[in-house]
């Protein structure tokens, strides 16, 4: 997992509330087995006027110029800035690899689905919660000055104006932190425990036999 | 100290604890399906890693399978990329392993949440993961399950545990006599409807209550099936008489003296009385009336002899425009009463809704009866090889197809249209799947989720009509 320390980056502004994971990554996009390529998809069915296929061109489809994502403005932006809820619906995890496959390193919004927040956590995407106020001023900020930008230090879990006249601060796992600043495989983390595992299933397997075989 | 039955549940799976609540869980059943497993099956490769227990893995594929044309086999999958990944799930099973496998054509093959149940491969107590949101489905077995990512499908197959903190406990108290015509579906929709499909967030629900203990285990799955979309990620009932009736002689469930220990173990598998939750919602099922939704989410949703809502009285600005956008997608005027809706096409499936029982339901309202002409598709996608047998074995077939259904092979078909089964730009479905959102069913296509006996209805009128009528 790529490390994440401290980003400085512009803001997108996406003014819609329960943004699922079938709006972030349209299914028919699931069908690739690997992790990588999804950012051309990313909201697909807003950002082009037609209706994308695994496998086309991406390049030569029209676009949906009323999308923010579309808006010149917007160009570059690597904090995507959103309403309640995001990221609801299905467990997919293609939703966030299009997210950062797009160039997102974070997301800012006053809640998220469980599982795409934890989906974006083991990616190196940084879900930041922050109460419904906070996000309303950043949207009005979006909004007022183009080029508005935000700097997110997670170590000392702070979302920034990047003039450093508004801080903010955020919560995270203290687990999830460790792991996002450290670049960490969990994997490798849980594996050094093998030995408790082992015995919690001979206890188990020994209690319960049903469960196993 | 008395339990919930989630925290029962809970703390019989942690394998370790860390100062700051972060538990290592362990997980007894892990589904495999072939959406969201090739690339955690690559990862363990890639790192060197193997399966640490194969007998937890059942696996079938079911997303991206076609419900027509099986005699041709695998080349019945027309789009490659599908057959690629249905083909992959082949590769990763049989290099891998698992405890059973069906794959796309077996006769036992169906979706992934409808299979463990009907062969006892979901029992009480365990915790059940799958790379799938519905997996809180198995729930309904007083059984901790829950959806995860790709990346917590490969932490699982590598270590067959999850890190994990607890949840809170939201009880979900349902009481009183389900009136004619209304279901589980109905529940559960009310309920999405009170709270909102962000109400259940950061909870664990249980629920309890006459209303609930009343239901089949089929009608239990279907509400526990739809707690992702009330946000919270897994959602339970305690073990009864029904559980245990259910699971007798399933092929894996335990036997002879196995059987009766295990059941003596299953029956703690309730709150202890007095228990703790961090939050109690209510609902008296005798007000509970047919469910419709007119959205596109799932708390958007009204009874049927109610209007689509007029987004002018609303007086949140967010939920204003959120309302006004839904009812553009959706094609719909404010006020427009729900029976007024005329549909294209209806879809009787999915996870939430594609068991024997559902079909029986369904089939009672269908019998001798002509889908309206106005209705350009109706299709039965049955949850698997198992139900659809049974269901041609009680001659529901014959009723769904002499009505005009089509009767399909089974799969998730178009709960999320990964297969060729899917809503044109533009079109209107009654929808017994669990999800509403845009293009959920097809690109521009317009979802409305209600029950089984609503959607044959539907099917059968070419609108919305309250089923508690139906004569």
Redesign the interface.
Known sequence: MERFTVHTGLVAPL????V?T??II???F??????SGFGPNLFD?WRYRD?GE??RDDAKRPLNPDFVLNQPRYRGASILLA???FG??????HA?WALLDFGFRAVIAP?F???FQ??SL??GLLPIALVEREVDAIFHDVAAFPGFRLSIDLDRQTVATTDGAKVMRFEI???RKYCLLNGL???G???R??D??RA??AQ?RAA?????? | MQQTLYDKLWESHV??R?E?G?A?L?I?RHLVHE??S??AF?GLKL?G?KV??I?SIVATAD??TPTTGWERGVDGID?A??K??VK?LDDNIRSHGAKVYFPFLDERQGIVHVIGPENGAT?P??TVVC???H?STHGAFACLAF??????V??VL????L?S?KSRNLLVQVDGALGRGVTAKDIVLALIGRIG??GG??YAIEYAGSAIRALSMEGRMTICNMT?EA?A?CGMVAVDETTIGYLRGRPF??RGE??E??VA?WRKLASDPGAKFDRVVKLDAREVKPQVTWGT?P?MVVAIDERVPDPDREKDA??R??MA?ALEYMGLAPNTPMRDIRIDKVFIGSCTNSRIEDLRAAAAIVKGRRVAKSVRLAMVVPGSGQVKRQAEKEGLDRVFRDAGFEWREPGCSMC???NADRLD?GERCASTSN?N????QG??GRTHLVSPEMAAAAAIEGRFVDVREWR
């Open positions: 003014d819609r509330a329960n699922d079938d709006a349209p299914k028919q699931l069908k690739s087995i690997k992790r069915a209706v695994p496998g309403r309640a809820n609801c619906g299905s467990s997919r995890e966030p809640s689905g469980e599982i934890n989906n083991k990616n796992d203290p687990f495989d969990e994997i983390l849980t594996l425990h093998a408790e595992i919690y299933e188990r319960q036999p049903w469960l196993f075989g | 394998v370790r860390e700051d972060t290592l362990y007894d959406v969201t090739p690339q690559e790192a890693r640490w227990r007998d997303h991206n789009d990329t599908s690629l990944q992959t029992l107590g365990m790379g799938d949101s997996t959806g995860i990512g790709t990346s917590e490969e932490h590598a270590t067959q545990c890190i903190k499909t962000a967030t950061g992702i946000g990620r469930a335990p196995q059987w220990r295990a173990e989410s708390e967010t939920r425009e959120g956008r999320l249209a990964m730009p999800r959102f845009e293009g959920r690109a521009g």
